[in-house]
Nanobody
Framework: QVQLVESGGGLVQPGGSLRVSCAGS????????IHWYRQAPGKEREWVAT???????YYVESVKGRFAISRDNAKNTVYLQMNNLKAEDTAVYYC??????WGQGTQVTVSS
């Protein structure tokens, strides 16, 4: 049974940094492209970033230069380092391996 567990969210001031993590079980992350999505209140879920099996990375335009996705296959974990955070980054962040399984998400709130 595939399980994804996101963690590391919290409250941070504008301009601050946060790293969220996605730990997988029942799935070998190294065999999959892994994606981060986010959903802000009242909005559709939005794709944020992808790291491919080979390590190539892709980002939505609004986070380029501020966010960095990485993976540790030995730990079966993917990370999203978020720098220079803005109020509009406030959302619940989810990871996904291209399957129908989603975790519970982790809340990121950017506010002064």
């Amino acid at each position: 049974q595939v399980q994804l567990v996101e963690s590391g969210g919290g409250l941070v001031q504008p301009g601050g940094s946060l790293r969220v993590s996605c730990a997988g079980s029942g799935i070998i992350f190294s065999l999959y492209d892994i994606h981060w999505y986010r959903q802000a209140p009242g909005k559709e879920r939005e794709w944020v970033a992808t790291i491919s099996r080979s390590g190539s990375t892709y980002y939505v335009e609004s986070v380029k230069g501020r966010f960095a996705i990485s993976r540790d296959n030995a730990k079966n974990t993917v990370y999203l380092q978020m720098n220079n955070l803005k109020a509009e980054d406030t959302a619940v962040y989810y990871c996904n391996a291209g399957t129908t399984t989603w975790g519970q998400g982790t809340q990121v709130t950017v506010s002064s």
